[in-house]
């Protein structure tokens, strides 16, 4: 059995900028997501003793916090806290947990992602249009990456060039890293 948690939706403003109704509605949907998915299909697999896997989609903002995406980000880094803890809980019942940490990916997600505050501009819209049609990233290479994490019980999976970048830096040059997203 393999689930896959994967609902989200993006958000662009200061954090500080942000309604409470609106870090409320992330939350519940790309964090309450995924735990009721959780709750709904990991205590049967759990009791079937046939093991399995279960992939969380986290993102490259579950890597690393930029400017602007502080709502998303605390979202995604939950998501990977869960799927951490998830990972190790899981694990003697023989069922393997991945985060799948993509970066940009051609979807219509780029015209959903909603900007607040002092990004709501046509500057701000244009720079989140440039960052998605840039991307060469197609959902099917996603699923491609994320099938080959669920055969090899990957615990992070990064996909596409800003992941993968994020994720090197991060860990090998954290302070190049911070300069390059101030």
């Known amino acids: 059995d393999i689930l896959i948690n994967n609902a989200g939706v993006v ?10 109704s609106d870090w409320r509605r992330l939350h519940d949907i790309n964090v309450m997501g995924v735990v009721h998915g959780i709750r709904a299909f990991v205590p049967k697999m759990v009791a079937r003793k046939q093991g399995g896997h279960v992939v969380n ?5 579950g890597l690393v916090g930029t400017p602007g995406m502080g709502t998303y980000a605390a979202t995604k880094f939950a998501v ?3 799927t ?8 003697r019942h023989g069922i393997g947990v991945s ?22 501009t ?8 440039k960052q ?9 290479s996603v699923a491609e990456r994320t099938l080959n994490a669920i055969r090899r019980n990957e615990a992070i999976a990064t996909i596409g060039r800003e992941a993968l970048m994020v994720r090197t830096l991060k860990r090998w040059a954290p302070s ?7």
């Open 11 to 20: 958000m662009g403003g200061m954090a500080w900028e942000v309604e409470t």
């Open 57 to 61: 989609m986290s993102s490259v903002s």
């Open 80 to 82: 990977m806290g869960l």
């Open 84 to 91: 951490e803890a998830l990972r190790m809980e899981l694990h």
């Open 99 to 120: 985060a799948v940490c993509p970066g940009y990916v051609k979807t219509p997600i780029q015209s959903k992602v909603k900007l607040v505050g002092t990004l709501d």
């Open 122 to 129: 046509e500057k701000g819209r244009a720079r989140v249009d």
């Open 132 to 140: 998605f049609s840039a991307t060469t990233l197609l959902p099917e």
């Open 176 to 182: 190049m890293l911070e300069r390059f997203l101030q």
